[in-house]
Each structure stands twice: as C-alpha cells, then as structure tokens.
C-alpha cells in the first residue's frame, strides 16, 4: 500500500526555468510533509517542509503548495539551477505516535539543463 | 566535520553471515533512524530510538537488530544475512522525534 506516490520519475528543464515536482497521498491521517533533495553517492537533505494548516511555504528558490482536499502538494523551484539536479522525495508524517514515521515516496529524478 | 556519519560505505558478504553497520551523529539529536532504500528506490523506516529508546519498530524480520549505547550512536546488527537484505542503509538523526531528519550517506549492502 503506497501511501505517498511521486508518478513521475523523472523531470527535465531547462535553466532558468520553473521545476514542479509533484506528490499525492492517501492517508488523511498525515499533518507534515517534507522535501527532500537527495545527490548520488550521498544521503538524502532536507529541504522544506509544510504543516497540513498552511497551503505554501517558502524559502528562497522554493516552494511548497499543498492542497489537503486533493491530498496532493507540489514543489516549485524557480529559478532552476544546474545545481538542483538531483533526486526529490516528497515525505509525510503522523500524528502522535506516528509524528516521528516519515513515510517517503519513491522520488522524482530532476535534470536541469544549462 | 561529517554530522551524521556511518561505517562501512560498502559491504560486501556472503549468505548466512552477520554483520553490523555503525552510525554516530555529533549533531547533539535526541532520535535516531534506521531506513532501507530498496532497488525501487523506496525509502522505508526500520527502527527510530529516542534518547536509546525504542519508539518506532516497523516490520522487520527479527534478524535485523539496532542497538543505541547512547544518544549519539545507533548501530545496525544483521544476522544470518539473505539476499533479499541487499540494499542501502540510511541512517538518520533529527532533534526531536517530529523535526526533520539528517542522514547519512549510506551503506550499500550487498548480499551474494
């Protein structure tokens, strides 16, 4: 049962351009959600996150809208940069003894082209 | 000065071994993870510990084992390996059991 798909696996775009990368879920339980940048050879990093009371955060080049009745939140990244290709997941939280079990969809590859 | 760091890198061994993984944070966080990325590239939780407290303990075959002598350190213990436990193992930490994670850059295992 996956609770948090991310349906493309790849996106390309060019430099300069916006970036959305996108993430639904299934569990009306879920409060937090998170964004994760991820390099090969490294770990994931954490990127920016959003409380299920708010509709968008942002932080400098990103982001994050959520739509809680279409269980759906997407990140913007604008300008893209060389520098932002990387692997993206979408992850999402619990409440009470589920708040510290992120559950991760299974990730968008971003390729930005100079 | 690497904040979550965990050893080896690669493993590479052979069906029916054990084998351990280490991880130590020098982030100062209260809780530490265990996650296992697959060959579908999912990211699952395994185990989380909160100041060496078991609070998270999905479905994991009982031969995988965390142990956390203290608050900066989680390690992995794998007995009597199968090829199905290849994977990369991610370690984590976050300040709290609801902050975002910090994780380190993994371990491949591989199981022939």
């Known amino acids: 049962d996956q609770q948090v798909k991310q349906n493309s696996p790849s996106l390309s775009v060019q430099e300069g351009r916006i970036s959305i990368l996108n993430c639904d879920y299934t569990?009306?339980?879920?409060?937090?959600f998170l964004w994760y940048k991820k390099y090969p050879a490294e770990g994931p990093t954490f990127l920016i996150s959003i409380s299920s009371i708010k509709d968008k955060n942002e932080d400098e080049r990103f982001t994050v809208f959520l739509n809680k009745s279409a269980k759906h939140l997407s990140l913007h990244i604008v300008p893209s940069q060389p520098g932002d290709s990387a692997v993206y997941f979408c992850a999402a939280r619990g409440r009470g003894t589920n708040a510290g079990k992120s559950t991760f969809g299974d990730g968008t590859t971003l390729t930005v082209k100079p | 000065d690497t904040a979550v760091s965990q050893t080896p890198k690669y493993l590479v061994t052979q069906m029916g071994n054990d084998k351990s993984i280490k991880c130590e944070q020098n982030?100062?966080?209260?809780?530490m993870y265990w996650y296992k990325q697959d060959s579908k590239k999912f990211l699952k939780i395994m185990f989380s510990y909160n100041n060496k407290e078991l609070i998270i303990n999905e479905t994991v075959p009982n031969r995988f084992s965390p142990k956390s002598p203290d608050k900066a350190h989680l390690n992995l213990h794998i007995n009597s390996l199968e090829l199905g436990d290849s994977a990369v193992y991610f370690c984590?930490?976050?300040?709290?059991?609801?902050?975002?994670?910090?994780f380190g850059q993994g371990t491949r295992l591989t199981v022939v």
């Open positions: 569990n009306s339980m879920f409060d937090y």
């Open positions: 984590a930490s976050s300040q709290t059991r609801v902050a975002e994670a910090f």
């Open positions: 982030l100062g966080h209260d809780t």
